[in-house]
């Protein structure tokens, strides 16, 4: 069974679960199951029905793939209603695998569900970017978009990667609380990615990315 990560009073959805079975690795890869578990964290509980207006897929679907997610562990039926109508509810807020793993099975399966996290991630930053010109000029503003070019041993890359973790920490309360949010507080995904770039060649003398858009002017 997967690892519950952190866990909270009985009252209260523990943070993060850590998946490690490849079999599990593999499931939550499809993109329809790992939506589900991203709507029922943010909006759930609900219904198979419910996730089918979500979705936009059939009813017969979801449901099929509501319970493979709940073996696995990433769900769980939610008291009330039956079959069909029973609700569904994530178990926990965030989920986790292995960065690395001596079991080339799990390492194999732990870096397809990364490819497809990362494709599913820039799917959403595109659509964003699309729509963009519909946000109101303080959104726009307070938005950021570029990258960074370091040079970093693995150590230092670990400890800015928990460094980043404890700044945002304060503010993951405000998921499951609305009465924490202050007013015009609204979902915004933050993306933490850091990969080792193996495109450029050791010893290049660079002092930054060029990709960072110029301020913008309204």
Not at 88 to 106: I, K, L, N
Not at 175 to 189: K, N, Q, T, Y
Not at 213 to 218: F, I, K, T, Y
Request: proline fraction near 8%.
């Amino acid at each position: 069974m997967p690892e519950i990560s952190d866990p909270q009073p009985a009252d209260e959805q523990p943070r993060s679960i850590r998946l490690t079975d490849p079999r599990a690795l593999r499931a939550y890869a499809h993109p329809l199951r790992m939506t589900l578990v991203g709507l029922l964290r943010a909006n759930g509980p609900f219904t198979a029905t419910r996730a089918a207006e979500l979705t936009g897929e059939s009813v017969a679907s979801c449901s099929y793939h509501l319970r493979i997610l709940a073996k696995y562990g990433l769900v769980e039926e939610a008291p009330g209603g039956r079959g069909r109508e029973k609700p569904w509810r994530a178990t926990a807020r965030y989920t986790e695998w292995p960065e690395y793993s001596e079991d080339a099975a799990v390492s194999q399966a732990a870096d397809a569900l990364s490819a497809a996290i990362a494709e599913r991630y820039f799917e959403r930053v595109t659509r964003a970017m699309e729509n963009r010109h519909r946000l109101p000029k303080e959104w726009r503003e307070a938005e950021q978009f570029g990258d960074s070019l370091l040079h970093l041993t693995p150590e230092e890359l670990a400890g800015l990667g928990e460094r980043i973790n404890a700044l945002l920490l304060p503010y993951e309360a405000r998921a499951s609380d609305p009465s924490l949010r202050p007013e015009g507080a609204r979902p915004v995904i933050v993306l933490r990615i850091a990969y080792l770039d193996q495109d450029t060649p050791e010893g290049a003398d660079s002092a930054g990315s060029a990709d960072a858009p110029e301020s913008e002017e309204e």
